[in-house]
């Protein structure tokens, strides 16, 4: 595939949950690399990827599909036949296994069309890149196949992009203020955020959490704990801490930026601190670490299966200890 006269780019990635468009940031700025000066537009599903992806130079148009969209057949099909009549240098389908996304990618319009398949008659594709090609962890996976279709595979193998909702400077300012606000003491430090919500098996019950800070706190006295509300606007840990709310992606970032280190279970909002540039530690007892774990700015994740939740808390602390001494003497 040319790396010049590609200009107009479609990423298709038809889905609504946070997490996987937030996966999808480390891909845009390869995209950015490989084709500067080109024009993106990103192909997404409910309203999330607007605000994702708000502040992003390259990025033109963010087309999203109603959700459940052959519920509402006429706006979905408007919509499609409307970035249909665009003749796209460049589609990237970034999904292994993504009926949906694959469908798409096939009905628009583009000269060069990429994505993962092990078939090359019948897949839709300009360039089908084998499935051995996609890492393990989401966010490389995409990265993996630009690079593979330009001989790039090994290039700069440890400098994959981070993933990033590209906060400005006065979002993080307005984040910094708020959090400031919040607290009694504005100059203590370290600040834990606690993000206490997932979906289904994911999420860890409220006495585990209370048994989790209670350690959390002995281990780091000092500390300020702040709870970050889920969007149903319901404390999941009784209240018992400061919080903030807002059903604002953006500024839900802003303020978990303003943090020292960011504790969640395994969710979007994980991945929303670590493209927020936060410290992150990410709780998992279900879905595999390889695949969802925290992505760059000292991201991490534990496995919380066979360990208690003071044990957990123990190895936060213990793996955490050089972010928390560090905002110990800023906040001195």
């Given amino acids: 595939m040319p790396q010049k006269g590609i200009y107009r780019i479609l990423v298709c990635r038809p889905n609504h949950r946070l997490g996987n468009m937030l996966l999808l940031t480390p891909l845009i700025a390869e995209l950015e690399r490989t084709y500067p000066g080109a024009e993106i537009d990103i192909l997404a599903e409910g309203g999330i990827a607007t605000e994702v992806f708000g502040t992003f130079f390259s990025v033109k148009n963010i087309y999203c599909l109603p959700r459940r969209g052959f519920k509402h057949p006429w ?97 993080r300012e307005q984040g910094r203020g708020m959090l400031a606000g919040m607290l009694s003491d504005s100059a203590a430090r370290p ?31 000092q500390a300020d704990v702040v709870e970050i509300v889920p969007m149903h606007g319901h404390s999941m840990l009784d209240s018992a801490w400061p919080a903030y709310y807002t059903s604002d992606i953006r500024r839900m970032g802003a303020v978990m930026a303003a943090v020292d280190l960011l504790i969640s279970a395994d969710c979007g909002v994980m991945h929303l601190a670590v493209a927020s540039s936060v410290p992150t530690a990410g709780l998992f007892c279900v879905t595999d670490p390889a695949v969802y774990a925290p992505y760059g700015h000292d991201g991490g994740a534990l496995q919380t299966n066979d360990l208690s939740a003071r044990e957990s808390a123990r190895r936060i602390v213990e793996a955490y200890g050089e972010v928390l001494a560090r905002a110990s003497v800023a906040g001195a």
């Fill in 75 to 171: 706006t979905f099909l408007s919509l499609l036949l409307g970035i249909r009549k665009t003749r796209y240098d460049l589609i990237v389908d970034p999904c292994l296994g993504s009926n949906f996304s694959r469908a798409m990618t096939k009905f628009l319009t583009g000269r060069y069309k990429l994505g993962f398949d092990d078939r090359v008659a019948g897949s839709g594709l300009t360039h089908a890149v084998p499935h051995s090609v996609a890492m393990r962890h989401m966010a490389k996976r995409a990265i993996n196949l630009v690079r593979w279709v330009h001989a790039r595979a090994d290039d700069d193998a440890d400098n994959f992009p981070c993933m990033d909702i590209r906060l400005t400077a006065n979002e």
């Fill in 191 to 221: 600040r834990v955020g606690i993000f206490a919500n997932a979906t289904g098996a994911k999420r860890y019950p409220q006495a585990w959490w209370r048994e989790f800070i209670a350690a959390l706190m002995e281990a780091i006295p």
